[in-house]
């Protein structure tokens, strides 16, 4: 059993910058591919950006493409790097756990593991 655990959101004005962080505890870190999603109300769970278990390929959806970078580190975590946010990121962000795949995956039913989320809120 995995425990993913999200913080760091909240709200900021469009333009500005938010870092969001994910722990996993349980397996070893290193084993599982990251991914990040949201889900903004009334609309269904998006891929935003994903990590390969080694940390080195990254993902992103086009919408988020050079604003957001997804990193991780050797220990247990995995972050998100939010610039130049816009009032259309307002969502709940959602950190997840592939145990299986070696790269990321932007489908949601390939992650096994995933966290209760944070709230972004982007004001324009």
């Known amino acids: 059993q995995v425990h993913v655990v999200e913080s760091g959101g909240g709200l900021v004005q469009a333009g500005g910058s938010l870092r969001l962080s994910c722990v996993a505890s349980?397996?070893?870190?290193?084993?599982?591919?990251m991914g990040w999603f949201r889900q903004a109300p009334g609309k269904e769970r998006e891929f935003v950006a994903g990590?390969?278990?080694?940390?080195?390929?990254t993902y992103y959806a086009a919408s988020v493409k050079d604003r957001f970078t997804i990193s991780r580190d050797a220990k247990n975590a995995v972050y998100l790097q939010m610039n130049s946010l816009k009032p259309e990121d307002t969502a709940v962000y959602h950190c997840a756990a592939d145990g299986t795949n070696y790269y990321a995956s932007s489908r949601a039913p390939d992650y096994d593991y995933w966290g209760q989320g944070t709230q972004v809120t982007v004001s324009s």
């Open positions: 349980g397996r070893t870190f290193g084993t599982y591919v």
């Open positions: 990590i390969s278990r080694g940390g080195g390929r």
